[in-house]
């Protein structure tokens, strides 16, 4: 499938973002082989630059694929879809008038299959998998990851291997079981998982930003939001980061659409929030550091961003620092409090990740850090209905005659 001739992807390589130097992108291929550190894919951006219009995309179907030719599929029957991606983009005027911010949005991620963001790393993941000929998957996850691999791997064919902590919410280790995926559960947190992983060559490793193709999915977060906003991008994001992908993915896309012509040089401040419980970015942040040193004994509800070290750190403080933006730490009874707060004010039951974003555009408002009038963009990366344990069931029991139901308000 071509449009005026252009390829189904303009595809050219992978390129390490710390030494630059270049590899094969039609091999399978995790991280650097000099350095170590994250590859990135490249894309013959001059020539899509002549071909693609940014107008054509909202006559396409309404998933991520509509910008196949800035995805790394190079064949349109390898594409693996569940309907990934285009989620809505939401005006939140109530929580706004609550927080003194007019112009406060949110992008509710929680639409996507599986109930995450994590859909559109996976489907793209899995699709260049099964176009490279892998037949064998493994990561290990907080959850939502495991979750939509074990899903789409179960679409396109293949097996899925994946290592979770045993306190990981119900619905995503259900959500693995269900789709046949090989998930086991272990006392640890990521990082041990991701050793387990790492310990076996018969798997293929796509563990966030190790493997390069996740991180195309989530930047099509970035494209969409340019779309939805008539490609004028909003003045600050505010994104729940643990392994970092969302954040630097759509960074990656403010860059691509730049040198496409699409948008000019201005970029939206990226806020990155985690929990006071695992805050190893916003530690980093403030000591002035571009790694971040392992965080000991990390805990949160929010267990997206239970990341206690992560591989793409310096991706993400240059991301932040590179925008102007801040990396800011939030409780989790913030972010309870917050959950409810939404709930009420617009009618929307977040994940304590999305949540956490409430809790720091609160903040960066009080201290002045976002103006009132100032655009300002929340992910609600996932939805609360993922995490149902975090919240009562528990109702007030009427008579079934009705007799003591309690009269209207005045
Ligand atoms: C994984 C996850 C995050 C963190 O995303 P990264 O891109 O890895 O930083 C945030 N929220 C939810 C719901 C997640 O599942
Ligand atoms: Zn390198």
Redesign the pocket.
């Given at each position: 499938m071509s449009v005026n001739g252009a390829p189904f992807s303009y595809l050219t390589g992978l390129e390490c973002t710390n030494c630059g130097l270049s590899h094969d992108a039609d091999a399978p291929n995790n991280v650097c082989r000099v350095c170590g550190k994250v590859l990135y894919a490249r894309y013959d951006l001059a020539s899509a630059r002549r071909t693609l219009d940014r107008d054509c995309f909202r006559d396409r179907p309404a998933d991520l694929w509509r910008y196949h030719e800035l995805l790394p599929i190079r064949q349109p029957d390898n594409v693996i879809t569940l309907g990934e991606g285009v989620t809505p983009l939401l005006r939140m005027p109530r929580l706004g008038e609550s927080l003194g911010l007019k112009n406060l949005w949110m992008k509710d991620?929680s639409l996507n299959p599986t109930g995450?963001?994590?859909a559109r790393?996976m489907a793209v993941a899995v699709s260049r998998a099964r176009e490279l000929g892998l037949k064998r998957l493994a990561a290990p996850s907080?959850?939502?990851?495991g979750a939509a691999l074990a899903t789409y791997a179960a679409r396109a064919g293949l097996e899925a291997w994946i290592f979770m902590p045993a306190d990981t919410p119900r619905v995503p280790l259900i959500e693995c079981r269900l789709a046949g995926a090989r998930a086991f559960v272990l006392d640890g947190l990521i990082n041990d998982a991701g050793r387990i992983v790492r310990s076996r060559s018969s798997w293929f490793d796509v563990s966030?930003l190790r493997e390069p193709y996740r991180v195309e999915g989530?930047k099509t977060m970035g494209y969409e939001l340019a779309e939805q906003f008539a490609w004028s991008l909003p003045d600050a994001i505010i994104?729940?980061?643990?392994?970092?992908?969302?954040?630097?993915?759509m960074v990656k896309a403010f860059d691509e659409m730049e040198t496409l012509g699409w948008i000019g040089s201005k970029r939206p401040r990226m806020y990155s929030v985690q929990s006071s419980g695992c805050a190893p970015i916003v530690r980093a942040f403030e000591a002035g550091r571009r790694d971040a040193p392992i965080w000991e004994n990390a805990r949160t509800i929010?267990?997206?961003?239970r990341?206690p070290a992560?591989i793409g750190d310096y991706l993400?403080l240059d991301a932040i620092r590179r925008t102007d933006g801040v990396a800011l730490a939030v409780d989790d009874d913030e972010i309870m409090a917050a959950t409810d707060l939404v709930a009420v004010r617009e009618g929307a039951w977040l994940?304590?990740?999305?949540a956490a974003t409430i809790c720091a555009a609160q903040r960066l408002r009080e201290d002045g850090t976002l103006k009132a009038h100032e655009t300002v963009v929340l992910?609600n990366?996932?939805g609360g209905m993922?995490y149902p344990d975090l919240q009562s069931a528990t109702l007030p029991r009427v008579a079934i005659d009705g007799r003591d139901v309690p009269e209207c308000d005045p």
């Open positions: 991620e995450s963001f994590k790393g907080a959850g939502n990851a966030t989530k994104y729940p980061t643990g392994g970092g992908t969302g954040l630097v993915g929010a267990s997206g961003l990341v992560a993400m994940s304590p990740e999305g992910f990366t996932g993922v």
